[in-house]
DNA sequence: CCGGCCGTGCAACTGAATTGCATACCCTCA
DNA sequence: TGAGGGTATGCAATTCAGTTGCACGGCCGG
């Protein structure tokens, strides 16, 4: 599972002409097995209980890295942390939606294809950015 | 009117049964005043420029006072700062959109009554934050 | 073997936002 | 008039996400 998972990131990785480091295929694959947007710090957190520890700088280049290959998109959340998560094909069009929870503040990425650009007036609108808040289904499940 | 935006101020905070104290009044005003949402930075710089500097903590609490009254909003951009603007009216609803744009910064609020709430699987919409991102008028006729 | 390139790691730094505490102001009640 | 409580303000120090500078190490092509 967790090997297919690795094996998965670095295909995406070398399928980019790119080199497959360690770090990189780690990274990837903590955010392919992840069910929602993590943070920087929660990938640390998770790196380190792997027995995988990465240095906090490197965390940070290799999401940049990431979001600049089209591998993967970052969102900031109100607590102006940012969140990372994959890129499930949707890369390249208007955007996704996302969808975060005021009660344990995880963060998902939409299935939704974005909603309808919303044409202002004489701006020129190049993503959207949609984000519903409220509560998760766990968090509603759990009530 | 630079005072018929204090009385408007004013005004709008008496109503509200809650002291106007000047800080509270003069930050309204600015925002008021304002375009575009501003960020705690440029109030500072604003307030300092009009000859009646505010503290930077005094500022964060009238800011988060004038949220908490509804008299205000604070959107975060993609910078991690957030920015305040006034309600203009649509407190209450789902929420409203915003435009920020890449090339400035400025963060615009836009009339639009926010898109449908697209609903996700089993979870609890509660608000819907809609950003465009893109070029704002400016900075499209300056290019 | 050398020199450049790139990824990694460490340490120091930035800048937004928060917290703690002391002070000043205002209103009420005696 | 003066004591007391609640609230707003101001200053200092701190937190925390994120960044920058620089040194080390592997790798590859001459």
Redesign the pocket.
């Known amino acids: 599972m967790v090997s297919s998972l690795s094996d998965n990131a670095t295909r995406l990785i070398e399928a980019r002409a790119?080199?497959a480091?360690?770090?990189?295929v780690q990274v990837l694959g903590m955010l392919l097995a992840a069910q929602s947007a993590q943070?920087?710090?929660a990938l640390m957190a998770q790196a380190t209980a792997a027995g995988r520890?990465?240095?906090?700088?490197?965390?940070?280049?290799?999401l940049?890295?990431l979001v600049e290959q089209g591998l993967a998109h970052?969102v900031?959340g109100q607590?102006?942390?940012?969140r990372f998560s994959v890129s499930h094909g949707h890369a390249g069009h208007g955007g996704h939606a996302h969808f975060e929870c005021d009660e344990c503040g995880r963060l998902f990425c939409l299935p939704e294809p974005a909603a309808p650009p919303a044409t202002p007036s004489g701006f020129e609108t190049r993503r959207v950015d949609l984000t519903l808040h409220g509560r998760c289904a766990d968090c509603t499940h759990t009530s």
């Open positions: 790119a080199v480091t360690a770090a990189r943070s920087h710090h520890p990465l240095d906090k700088v490197t965390l940070y280049r290799v940049d890295w970052s900031t607590d102006r942390v940012r």
